[in-house]
Structure formats: structure tokens, C-alpha cells
């Protein structure tokens, strides 16, 4: 079990941990192919809904979870525990399979899995080929991933449920269509999504492993988008990000907050480094300012109807009556 009293970094956090991206790539690399094998049970057995809503992970006070995924007349739920790094398979009528999370090959997961879902008796076949990733080996094929150190696992779903918590909050503000907050398998990212209400022109494409039509439908609206992940070759180390599709004119240039955020034109997105919010005096204010800043540039420079959308535009939460 994770070292869950270990003291953070200096100027850091207990909340948020240090989560250096060279310290458990490897991790980071089996653990995002595992959530890719639980995420397309999921799609295998859910109706789609837009923007492919229907596949994503939610965050749970232990981990991610599926939520209940409909197989015939029951329902089962996949989950993952980060405290006491376990994988658990429930049914609506009461059955149950754990199966530990320790170093173990993508191939053996991928075996194991199924096997404890036949147990339950479901039956379910998924796209064995994972998704934007490079160099897709087939899951049951994968024995080049085999890295888990526990500890970094529960770091890394420390920092998502404090980017969980607080994405929920500045989604409260706005009262137009708005994805919930969700973390996606695919590119192994928690996010939240915000739309004007209008069409976008159509989407390129060209997401590595991923079809065309699914970017497209994804960004078939005007969005304004922000979320974290861990990191990658192009951003090294643990990062929030914000970026809106249709980029508007002058978004680039836009005086965002706080000052450690950045653009990357490479990415076409603004980027704060984690370590900037896990040191400061307030992380939450300080993410938020720089969640509320990069989606009033979007806002802003994109013309959209931000009274009609906002459900309070200072971004002050205003009072609720109590129950």
C-alpha cells in the first residue's frame, strides 16, 4: 500500500503530491493501457452518447471507476482501487472478482480481466489494438509493459481527484452545455469541457490510433476545454492545460493567469506545470484563476454569449438556501 503520510516536496502539499514524470513513466506508460482495457469494456456495452461521453472513467474516494455498464438485465462496475491497488468487478446481483494490482504484463491483465468477467458470466470482446498511443502493441500481445510501483499510482490519483474537485467547482459556473468532469482513457486525461452553443468547422483529424469521425463528432461544437495529464514528450513533466476548438484569433497572445502559465504552439494550448500549483499558498485559487482566465480568452475572442452561458460571470459562487 502506498505511503500515504509521506510528506511532500519542500514548498509542496500533503494534498498534492510531487508526481515527476521520469520517476514512474513506466508506470504511467502499463497503467494507461490498463484504464484503456477497463475503458473499452465500457464502450463495448454502453449506448453511445455524444462527444463519446460514454466510455470515459470517473474518479471515486479510492481510485477511477466505470460507473455501472449495462450487460443484459444487470448491471456490473469496474473499478479501480489506488489504496489498496486492487481491481474490483461488481454485479448488481452481489458477485464480485478482485484482481491485485502489482507488476504484471498488459497481456496477463488483459487475461485476467476477462477471465474474472467470465466468472461473472458476461461475455464481452473489445478492440484489442489500443488507442493514441505511437506504437499500439494488441493487449494480448504486450509483454513490453510490465511496470507498477504503487506508490506513484496512488500519487497520480491523488493529484486527479485534487484536479477532480476542483474542475467541479469551476464547472458549476457555467450554465450552458458543459461535459461533465470525466477522465479519458484514450489520451489518459481528466477534463472538462465547455460550449458555446454553435457548430465548429470540421475537425482534421489525424489523433494517432484513433478514427477520424470520433475527433470530429468529439469537436463538432465550438469548445473551450481544460483538464491534466501527467505529462509526455512534448510537456515533460505534470501539467494543467487549456485550449478552444476553433482556436480564435489572438487566443495565442492572450494574458492568461497566473504567470507560470504558458502557450506551446506545438500543442496549440496554454499550459500551467503542476508544480506551480502544488507549491503556491493556495492551489485551488491559483488553478481556478488559471482554468476562469484561459476560458474567458476563448470567451472573449470567440464572441460567445457569455451572459446567457455563465451562471456568474465574477466567478464568486453565490448563495444557495439551505435544506
Not at 13 to 36: E, S
Not at 67 to 73: A, F, G, M
Not at 131 to 137: G, M, R, S
Request: include cysteine; glycine fraction near 4%; aromatic fraction near 14%.
Amino acid at each position: 500500500m502506498a505511503n500515504q503520510n509521506a510528506p511532500s516536496e519542500p514548498g509542496g502539499h500533503l494534498a498534492w503530491p510531487d508526481l515527476p514524470l521520469k520517476a514512474w513513466q513506466d508506470t504511467y506508460a502499463t497503467l494507461h493501457l490498463w484504464t484503456q482495457i477497463v475503458g473499452k469494456i465500457r464502450l463495448a456495452l454502453t449506448p453511445w452518447v455524444n462527444h463519446s461521453w460514454h466510455v470515459v472513467l470517473y474518479l471515486t474516494t479510492s481510485g477511477l471507476t466505470t460507473s455501472p455498464i449495462p450487460y443484459q438485465d444487470r448491471t456490473f462496475q469496474i473499478d479501480f482501487d489506488f489504496i489498496e491497488h486492487r481491481l474490483v468487478i461488481r454485479t448488481s446481483d452481489g458477485a464480485a472478482q478482485t484482481i491485485p494490482l502489482q507488476p504484471c504484463t498488459v497481456a496477463d491483465f488483459y487475461q485476467d480481466v476477462f477471465a474474472a468477467l467470465r466468472a461473472l458470466d458476461i461475455e464481452v470482446a473489445i478492440c484489442k489494438k489500443p488507442n493514441e498511443v505511437a506504437h499500439p502493441i494488441p493487449f494480448d500481445r504486450d509483454r513490453e509493459h510490465i511496470a507498477y510501483d504503487a506508490e506513484y499510482a496512488h500519487r497520480c490519483w491523488q493529484v486527479l481527484a485534487q484536479a477532480d474537485r476542483v474542475f467541479k467547482a469551476f464547472r458549476a459556473r457555467f450554465i450552458g452545455k458543459c461535459s461533465p468532469v470525466h477522465f479519458f482513457w484514450g489520451s489518459f486525461d481528466l477534463a472538462v469541457t465547455r460550449f458555446s452553443g454553435r457548430r465548429a468547422p470540421e475537425h482534421p483529424g489525424g489523433v494517432p490510433n484513433l478514427p477520424d469521425w470520433v475527433v470530429r463528432e468529439a469537436y463538432s461544437h465550438e469548445v473551450s476545454s481544460c483538464g491534466f495529464w501527467p505529462g509526455n514528450e512534448a510537456i515533460p513533466f505534470p501539467a494543467f492545460y487549456a485550449y478552444a476548438y476553433p482556436e480564435p484569433p489572438g487566443f495565442p497572445d492572450a494574458p492568461v493567469r497566473p504567470e507560470q502559465a504558458f502557450y506551446s504552439p506545438d500543442l496549440k494550448e496554454f499550459i500551467l506545470p503542476y508544480d506551480a500549483v502544488r507549491q503556491a499558498d493556495s492551489p485551488d485559487r491559483l488553478l481556478l484563476e488559471f482554468l476562469q482566465s484561459t476560458y474567458e480568452a476563448a470567451a472573449d475572442l470567440g464572441h460567445w454569449d457569455r451572459p446567457s452561458l455563465e451562471r456568474n460571470i465574477s466567478g464568486k459562487e453565490p448563495p444557495f438556501p439551505k435544506t
